[in-house]
Nanobody
Framework: QVQLVESGGGLVQPGGSLRLSCAYSASIFNIMPMGWYRQAPGKERELVATATISGRTNYANSVKGRFTISRDNAKKTVYLQMNSLQPEDTAVYYC?????????WGQGTQVTVSS
């Protein structure tokens, strides 16, 4: 069974930081572009960051300069370092391939930014 397991979310104050992890067991993901997505209450799920297999990264304008995506193929993990978090970053964060595959959506990890 192909699984992506997100972790690292939590409650953080505005201006704080979190690092999310996305772990997988299937090596196929090592040769696929990967992305972090988020879905805030009442909103559509959106792509926030991508990392190609060559290491090229891309970010949504709303997170550019604050979030950093990285991948460690040896550890079969994709990371999202989030700095200067703001209340509008509150959402459930998911990882998936980019473009996403329906069967790969996991449970996500909740990030709440609040004072």
């Amino acid at each position: 069974q192909v699984q992506l397991v997100e972790s690292g979310g939590g409650l953080v104050q505005p201006g704080g930081s979190l690092r999310l992890s996305c772990a997988y067991s299937a090596s196929i993901f090592n040769i696929m572009p990967m992305g972090w997505y988020r879905q805030a209450p009442g909103k559509e799920r959106e792509l926030v960051a991508t990392a190609t297999i060559s290491g090229r990264t891309n970010y949504a304008n709303s997170v550019k300069g604050r979030f950093t995506i990285s991948r460690d193929n040896a550890k079969k993990t994709v990371y999202l370092q989030m700095n200067s978090l703001q209340p509008e970053d509150t959402a459930v964060y998911y990882c998936n391939t980019e473009p996403p595959h329906y069967d790969y959506w996991g449970q996500g990890t909740q990030v709440t930014v609040s004072s």
